[in-house]
């Protein structure tokens, strides 16, 4: 169908106007870039705004020299990798029998979980219970406590009322019990809602720092996002260098920006692969059932 010209005008105006905005989002992130890339005293001297000036990348080499910077890297790796599949497991396996009518007393469940998301804890409680569980110092700290999140079983359980009954009508019919059920139609139908949530898991773990600082004294078990905040906020790093002080505060602006970048490069491989499962599943998980 062709478009008349005010139709077109609004088309190439949005276009434009959306191109802006990206841009102006991806600003602040070609800065840190280009800082990363530039020279200590250009830094200092205000020269680097969205090209790297006076290019080198010693910054990156510095940052990957740096043991506590790896140590801490791969402790957010492991925790959101673990995290994220604890986290999914469980949400799959109580969103099932949730979303089963026939299912007696699950209302009453629903109405418990509805209620962790307005009234919680707190702060002091958690702490109080991960430490009579014996869990500060301890990398289940991290995944234990969060191991379910009562948002994101709902939005699977309104995903898995979606699912036809007839094909679980079928697959009993044909001797298939309730886990295989749940792992043969349930989950490969659900992909979508079973990618946002996992989307969701993955991007709270790599970003959290608060409970590392509440519940670890250990330093070999710091997740990235304290090393950044140590580095970023007081400028604290065991990374060596041998210029003299004033030397060294110029090169700590470049290390900076080199460890921000190094440490956003995982969520921005993965998310493209779920981006596409994104909004389907937030839209279908939200108006279903």
């Known amino acids: 169908m062709k478009l008349s010209y005010g139709e077109r005008l609004f088309t190439v ?8 905005f990206g ?3 991806l600003t602040p992130f070609i800065h840190i870039l280009a800082q990363s890339f530039s020279s200590y005293r250009a ?15 010693s910054a990156y ?7 506590a910077f790896l140590q801490s890297f791969l402790v957010s790796v492991v925790r959101t990798v ?10 799959c396996l109580l969103a099932y029998p949730l979303s089963r009518s026939y299912i007696r007393g699950r209302n009453p469940i629903i109405f418990m979980m509805v209620f962790t998301m307005i009234f919680s804890g707190g702060m002091i409680p958690t702490y109080l219970l991960v430490k009579e569980l014996g869990l500060l110092n301890s990398f289940w700290a991290y995944i234990l406590p969060g191991a379910l999140s009562a948002f994101n079983v709902i939005i699977l359980k309104n995903f898995f009322q979606s ?3 007839e094909l679980e009508e079928s697959a009993r019919m044909d001797g298939c019990g309730n886990l295989g059920i749940l792992f043969r139609i349930f989950i490969p139908l659900s992909m979508p809602a079973i990618a946002t949530i996992a989307l969701f898991h993955g991007v709270q773990h790599w970003n959290s720092f608060f409970d590392a600082i509440l519940y670890m004294n250990n330093k070999s078990l710091l997740p990235l996002q304290v090393y950044l905040r140590n580095l970023i906020q007081f400028s604290t790093t065991d990374i060596h260098l041998n210029d003299a002080l004033e030397q060294q ?4 602006e470049s290390i900076k920006g080199a460890a921000i970048i190094v440490s956003i490069i995982p969520m921005l491989l993965v998310y493209p692969w779920l981006q596409k499962y994104f909004v389907k599943g937030i839209m279908l998980g939200s108006v279903k059932g």
Request: glycine content about 6%.
């Open 249 to 252: 505060m110029l090169a700590l």
């Open 61 to 67: 080499q510095e940052v990957f020299q740096d043991a």
């Open 82 to 91: 673990i995290g994220t599949v604890v986290n999914v497991s469980l949400s």
């Open 163 to 165: 699912v036809p009954h």
């Open 23 to 25: 841009l102006l989002a």
């Open 13 to 20: 105006t949005n276009y434009l106007l959306l191109t802006i």
């Open 43 to 57: 830094i200092m001297s205000g020269e680097v705004a969205l090209w790297p000036v006076n290019f080198t990348g």
